[in-house]
Each structure stands twice: as C-alpha cells, then as structure tokens.
C-alpha cells in the first residue's frame, strides 16, 4: 500500500519535461529498427510505450482534477512534449506495420497541439531556455509522422499536411532563436540541446517529404536542399554544444538531460534517414556512430536518475 502510495505521489511530481524521456527513447527504438537492432529496439518501444502510458494518465488527471495546474504548466514549452512524444512513438509503430494505431497517435497529437503551441507562444519571454525550440520539436514531429503514414498509405492529403508542418516547423524555428539565452550553451540544465535537435527533427522531416514520390522536380530538390542545410546546422549546432559540455561539465542529473539524449538520438537518426532520401550515402554510417553515443547518453542519463532517486531530496524527478 506505501508503495503504491509512493508510485502515485512520484507520478504526481513529474513536470511537463519528463516527456522528454519518452522522446529520447521512442527516438532511439526507431533509430535501432533503421540500423537493424530490431530487439534492442522493440525494447526502447516497450519502455517508450510505458512511460507515456505514465503521462498520459497523469496528463489526463491534470486536466479534469486539477485544471489550474493544468494551465499553469500548459504555458510552458515543455508541454509540447505531450505532443512531440505521442508523433514519435506514432512514428515508431508507423515503422511497425501499425498504421491505425500511429493515425489515432497523430489525431490525438494534432487535437493537442494549437491550443499547446497557442498557450506556449503567448507566454514567450524575451530570454528563454533551449525548451523554446519544442514549438518547433512538436510541429515537425506532426509532419514526420504525416509523412510516415502518407508513404504508407499513399494518401495524398497526409503528404501536403506533413509539408505545410514542415514549413511552419521552420517558420517557428526561426522565432524562437532570437529568443534563445546562448548563455544556456554554457550553464544550461540538459534543454539547450534542443536548439540542435530542433533542426535534427526538421532534417528528419524534410528526408521523409523528400523520399515521397509525389514531389519531383524544383519540388524534390527544394526539399532536399532544405534537408541537408537543416541537417548541416544541426551537425554544426551538435559540434559546439558537445564542446561547450566539455569545457563545463554539468553531471548533476536533472530531468532536464532527457532532452539532451533527444536531440542525439534524433540527430543520428536524420543522418540514418537523410542518406538515402538525399543520395548522400556517407550520412548513414555518421548515423551509426551517432546512434551509438546517444544510446551511451541514454543509459547514463538513466544511471544518473537511478543515483539521484537513492538520495532523497538530492535529485530532480
């Protein structure tokens, strides 16, 4: 009975952020399946799978039992994880065979959305966190997985959805840097990367727009220009926050670092997937090694969690 107590009292303490760990791990199972770990990866599924079980009750609960610190926390940018976090586990089972399941993900993740995307925007401030680039996360995660169920199902309407997100994705992104705090690069929480994996998730968007053959022509290679560029940023983005991590460790866990392993993961798995899509075949085996680093990131992340619940009052959530 103490235990379920416990179980229930931790699952009520959990901030919008801890969405951030169902990102970085649903990111890591579809990067696994990419690279052929096809056990590695249903087992990130699984833990993806349950932890947003986990959320997504206690997001429910919020909104019907406790409506003022539902909207207290809406207007924050980490609330966009709800939204992020249901488009890549949907992802993950469009890559399955599992198309029904990934539509009702991406119903529920478009019903979500605006009024998310609306209430984070309205509370911008003029210096934020790395969390600000999640208007981006959120949208261009609604057009990876329209893309992924258009190529599955050849629908027409899903591929011009997943175009108009990608652009919006891009438009937002643009919005939230001149509101980014670059002093985050050096003392941020975990967040920061996000301004990286912003671009990754753009690049992941852009290769599967590109795969589609409904674009050809100027189309095709507009979209494969904004692609390597988006991912080239990225990369160089991924470069100075891995040096400025370096220069100034932060080992502390904070629930914050999930949204570290997010965009590692997510950069691998744009290299894995732009290569193909954009004829540029090295990207794949730069995914490889990428994949491997945020799968050490993730495991460290959850040893850090681990020491950090064995002493009481010592860690985040």
């Known amino acids: 009975m103490r235990s379920g107590s416990r179980l229930r009292s931790w699952c009520s303490a959990l901030p919008p952020a801890a969405g951030g760990a169902v990102m970085a791990t649903g990111i890591l199972s579809i990067a696994l399946e990419l690279t052929g770990r096809t ?8 833990v993806a799978g349950g932890l947003w079980l986990v959320l997504a009750g206690d997001f429910a609960v919020r909104l019907i039992g406790d409506r003022g610190r539902f909207r207290a926390e809406a207007d924050t940018p980490a609330a966009l994880t709800a939204v992020a976090a249901t488009t890549l586990l949907g992802a993950r089972l469009s890559q399955l065979g599992r198309q029904r399941e990934a539509a009702a993900l991406l119903a529920l993740a478009a019903l979500l959305w605006p ?8 509370h911008w401030r003029r210096r934020m966190p790395g969390a600000a680039f999640l208007v981006c996360v959120a949208t261009q995660g609604l057009a990876v997985l329209a893309a992924a169920l258009a ?21 937002l992104y643009g919005l939230a840097l001149p509101r980014f ?3 985050e690069v050096v003392s941020g929480a975990g967040d920061h990367w996000v301004a990286g994996g912003a671009l990754s998730i753009t690049a992941l968007a852009g290769a599967r727009l590109t795969a589609l ?10 979209l494969r220009a904004a692609t390597l560029t988006a991912l080239g940023i990225s990369l160089a983005w991924y470069a100075v926050l891995l040096a400025a991590e370096l220069r100034s460790p ?21 290299c894995l997937t732009a290569a193909p899509a954009t004829g540029v075949p090295w990207l ?14 993730w495991v460290l ?3 850090a969690f681990a020491l950090s619940r064995s002493r009481p009052g010592r860690g985040a959530a």
Do not use: K
């Open 39 to 46: 056990r590695l990866s249903l087992a990130a599924l699984v």
């Open 115 to 122: 009024g998310l995307l609306d209430s984070v925007v309205r």
């Open 151 to 171: 190529a599955a199902g050849n629908v027409h309407w899903l591929a011009l959805a997943a175009l108009a997100w990608f652009c919006l994705g891009l438009l």
């Open 181 to 183: 705090d670059f002093h």
């Open 213 to 222: 053959p409904l674009w050809t022509g100027p189309a095709h290679t507009a």
């Open 250 to 270: 932060r080992p502390r866990y904070d629930v914050r670092r999930w949204s570290t392993v997010f965009p590692l993961g997510m950069t691998a798995t744009a």
């Open 284 to 297: 794949r085996p730069l995914g490889e090694v990428l994949l491997w680093i945020a799968v050490a990131a």
């Open 301 to 303: 992340t959850l040893l």
